[in-house]
């Protein structure tokens, strides 16, 4: 006869038996019901959650920033035919279309059979368990990381790092990785990892700190550079914004004045900041008018 501990450890496991299969079932997400979808945890258990309304930014309304689009849809569209391609960082100033470039990819090519998978950077330990769920699918995927930076010891930088070139598996074909950042190498970097850098033969050989920051970020096959806009770009992207509001008749020297001023009290003359200002402008004078 049993005894009731013996008991309750056959329930138990029986238990975790049931849960086990019933999440497993819930892993397969149906990849027709959305385009974009992100990696969620529930009781340490990951899921793809569907987005059902995702950004709708097009390409067309990223304006200043046409060089990094060019690089970064014909890298896509390579992706896409099956033909060689990158993962991708994509780094620099705050606001300058890192991450509307992404979503606007997934605008234009989802017909195509593109999707994205959305994953924070907390949740990048895995990735191994993310990507190993994707090789027999027929759709092709970005994994997109939004706003990347790493400490030295994070085990998510590691899993990434694994990801991206290292590990002893292969990573799919169907999938790319696409991550922003401010920091052109993902982790913070401090004079006192310059102080190890030596001079030997008159080449620079840097110290281990700062070729293990290095790493990660070379392992990503493009790089993409956004900085603040110049006045005058950051003045035709509100004009852009505010046509795109039907706004087609304003006093267009106040427009400026009150645009550069919008931009000095933010510190930033960002495609965000002329988006922001355009909508209150657009909304002020509709308003004065109606």
């Given at each position: 006869m049993s005894t009731p501990k013996k008991?309750?450890?056959?329930i138990d496991k029986f238990l975790t038996f049931l849960e086990d299969r019933f999440l497993t079932e819930q892993e397969a997400p149906d990849?027709?019901?959305?385009l974009a979808y992100r990696w969620r945890k529930q009781e340490e258990q990951g899921y793809f959650h569907p987005i059902n309304h995702p950004h709708q930014i097009r390409l067309i309304d990223l304006q200043g920033i046409e060089q990094q689009k060019t690089i970064c849809e014909r890298n896509t569209v390579q992706f896409l035919r099956g033909k060689p391609a990158n993962n991708i960082l994509l780094w620099g100033s705050r606001g300058t279309g890192k991450?509307?470039?992404?979503?606007a990819l997934l605008n234009q090519y989802a017909q195509e059979g593109l999707r994205l998978i959305e994953v924070d950077r907390q949740d990048l330990i895995d990735l191994p368990e993310i990507v190993e769920t994707l090789y027999q699918v027929k759709y092709r995927f970005i994994i997109f990381c939004d706003d990347l930076s790493f400490e030295q010891d994070d085990a998510s930088y590691k899993a990434l790092k694994s990801i991206l070139d290292g590990s002893i598996s292969a990573a799919p074909d169907n999938v790319l990785i696409y991550a922003t950042s401010n920091r052109r190498h993902l982790m913070p970097e401090y004079m006192s990892d310059n102080l190890q850098s030596k001079h030997v033969e008159g080449?620079?050989?840097?110290s281990e700190a700062i070729e293990e920051k290095i790493s990660l970020s070379e392992r990503f096959g493009i790089w993409l550079s956004f900085y603040p806009f110049k006045q005058e770009e950051y003045l035709e992207i509100v004009e852009y914004w505010l046509e795109e509001l039907g706004l087609t008749k304003y006093d267009k020297a106040a427009m400026r004045t009150a645009a550069l001023q919008w931009a000095l009290?933010?510190?930033?003359?960002?495609?965000?900041?002329?988006?922001?200002?355009a909508r209150d402008w657009a909304g002020q004078e509709i308003f004065s008018h109606s």
């Open positions: 008991m309750l450890k056959r990849w027709e019901q959305a991450s509307s470039l992404i979503k080449e620079l050989h840097y009290a933010r510190g930033s003359r960002s495609g965000r900041s002329a988006w922001q200002f």
